[in-house]
């Protein structure tokens, strides 16, 4: 498809505007902000490095309809702040808070990160810094696309912020988001380089805002799909390995994920895992837990505390997500595919068999136990499914990361110092060879692929 030019204001990832206008979590328990620490910026591996403070803001004199495209041509500015704070600066903790709105326009965080540039810096003439090649993924955030940095050549990930709906603002969860990456640098979680903000004339014309991210070649629903490559065991333990690196240091930052999935796993063509989209994800206190919606986590990864109306919960509901993907890296299916909360219930009394107060004491205290507690006794089937795919270490771990009761589940860290990964044979190997798959393998067209393949079956129906 034809490239598209992509421009406009660049927002460093260390934005203090964000970390200003949302010093702490607005609805649940949260680590507060403290404006005393700096988060330090380092530009994108072998990009052109944007000097903080050697640009000013030159919105574009062009007009620009409401109702834009992702094709549509802006202005760029540079708007890194300086790493350290000059001395003449007011320290950010003098700032005055008073005047904080609950829910800040973009256009006032924009004015805010403005001030910190200098009025005397040497403009830079306007381009276009990004051309989109393709539409990789799309959800109810929006849409991604892989796109072309017109500098350097690199491809990176944009991700659009859905606006049309935000009449008087920066939509918060997308703020949030922003605000957490930026605490986030681990080889196992995807990194933000930037934002890209699209703007007509005015700052009143602001419609359009992209997450610009490193770019992975793969998801992991999109890579298990394919028949090109055919995994080992040691290629699918790096996996397995890669993902609980991540939720250990997630859960280490006092990061809860929410939304553990195939889609939200990617995967590049050196053999690279890492953990994406935290539209979903929390801080959380570690010494006590907290009190969340149990409306998170997509169906077929959601741990049975939340089916059961929990609302105190920590990162072992990640761990549970986290044995739903071991299990679909062998299957290459997801395990649990159920319809609804009850469905999805009865696919794992199935497959555990059902939980007793032995193995679950505080299951009959959850809201809504009494309500979908099983009718009748199932007993554990789960080794004799696996075990024509798994090791016995294998299953060892597969069990305690589905283990029932949360407080007996075991953690990513100790996950990672089980048989499976230090002593069972064969040790893992990142498959370094995917660069030999032809295209790119993700889970909008894996989609795409099933419901042409539906529509064939449809039709062929209709024929005979």
Known sequence: MPTSPVRGFRIGRA????KRFFPGEDDEDAPKWSPAVRTQVYPPPSTARFIPGTAVPTPSSRPVPAEQSTAQSLDVKTVNPPLETPQHQQPEHHLPTAATPAKP????ALHL???????NSPQVSSGELYE????VGEGTFGKVY????????????????RMETEKDGFPVTAMREIKLLQSLRNDNVVQLY???VSNGMHLSSLRSAYMVFEYMDHDLTGILAQTQFQFTDAHLKSFCRQMLAGLAYLHRKGVVHRDIKGSNILVNNRGELKLADFGLARFYQKRRKSDYTNRVITLWYRPPELLFGATVYGPEVDMWSAGCIMLELFTKKPIFQGNDELHQLEFIFKILGTPTVEQWPSVVNLPWYELVKPKEFMPSHFRDFFKKWLSPAGLDLAEQLLAYDPQKRISALDAMRTPYFLTEEPPEARPV?????????????TKRERAKKRRRTEEGKMTQ
Request: aromatic share 2%.
């Open 15 to 18: 934005s203090t505007a964000v």
């Open 132 to 135: 989109i090649v393709s539409q």
């Open 194 to 196: 930037e934002m890209m």
């Open 146 to 161: 892989k796109a072309r940095n017109s500098l350097n050549g690199l491809h990176v990930a944009l991700k659009r912020i």
């Open 105 to 108: 326009s973009l256009q006032q």
């Open 433 to 445: 060879d995917l660069a030999t798959l032809e295209g790119e393998w993700h889970e909008l067209e």
């Open 113 to 119: 990160r403005d001030s910190a540039t200098s009025a």
